[in-house]
């Protein structure tokens, strides 16, 4: 009995590189040929970054110090966390109405901060804002200087009175005592040897600056703004010229199924 012999089904044909694959010697090429698209972009980018940083405000951080008043001990008088907080409360939103008010404006333009360093007894108030704003930074920071001073001030003239009042009081103790109570008169000398160093040391507080400008410009600097702008422009320079390359091959493509 004759064998039949199954025909076997011709093998599909493996799959042709594709016409639209393009090599890096191509690129390059398309990269020559549209040098002036490349340049067009390039220039366009850079120079709109070179504008922005020329017509861009220089910015400066102006900084006030203020040294909080001491008790007798050379401890500070009150903590600065809690005159911070008092200033932030209290003065703060006083200050900018009032100089907004002096002003004629509805904002001032920058932010003012008011922080204590840490292991310092100070007070910092800090703004970052425009050269030409400068007068205006300083007027807001003397605002919150003085109410700050005067708060202070105010603080320790109610603890020198009371401290007077507290001597006063001892030394006419001391005045009435007698001879016999000398355990007595001891607690009360030394009472009042507290009372003298404590008055003597009470020192008020101070103004260390008043909104000082940095030395440094704050913010992005210039040349780094260009830097970037050169660097952008380059990669969309590359990337224009394959944009445009695409939109060229899309519209031979419709041209083509058109005719």
């Known amino acids: 009995m004759p064998v039949h012999q199954e025909s076997q089904a011709p093998q599909p044909s493996q799959a042709t590189t594709s016409d639209d694959e393009i090599s890096l010697i191509d690129l390059a090429k398309l990269l020559v040929r549209r040098w002036k698209a490349m340049a067009g972009i390039f220039t366009a980018v850079v120079l709109m970054a070179l504008a922005y940083a020329l017509l861009q405000t220089p910015t400066y951080t102006y900084t006030s110090i203020y040294q909080v008043a001491e008790r007798g001990t050379g401890q500070p008088f009150e903590s600065p966390a809690s005159l911070v907080a008092r200033t932030q409360s209290l003065y703060l939103g006083t200050a900018t109405r009032e100089l907004m008010a002096a002003e004629g404006v509805d904002v001032l333009g920058f932010e003012t901060q008011v922080s204590h360093p840490d292991n310092t007894e100070i007070v910092k108030i800090s703004s970052t804002a425009p050269e030409a704003l400068a007068e205006r930074v300083e007027a807001h920071h003397r ?68 909104a000082v400008q940095s030395l440094k410009q704050q913010g992005t600097s210039r040349a780094l703004i260009f830097a970037l702008g050169v660097v952008l422009g380059g990669m969309l320079a590359v990337m224009g010229v394959f944009l445009l390359h695409f939109v060229s091959l899309v519209r031979e493509s419709l041209n083509e199924d058109a005719g």
């Open 143 to 210: 605002l919150l200087l003085d109410r700050i001073v005067e708060g202070q001030q105010t603080r320790v003239e109610r603890r020198r009175q009371a401290l007077e009042s507290q001597l006063a009081n001892v030394e006419n103790t001391l005045a009435h005592s007698s001879d016999g109570a000398s355990e007595r008169i001891a607690s009360t000398l030394s009472r009042k040897f507290t009372l003298e160093a404590e008055l003597e040391g009470l020192t008020p507080g101070e103004t260390g600056q008043a």
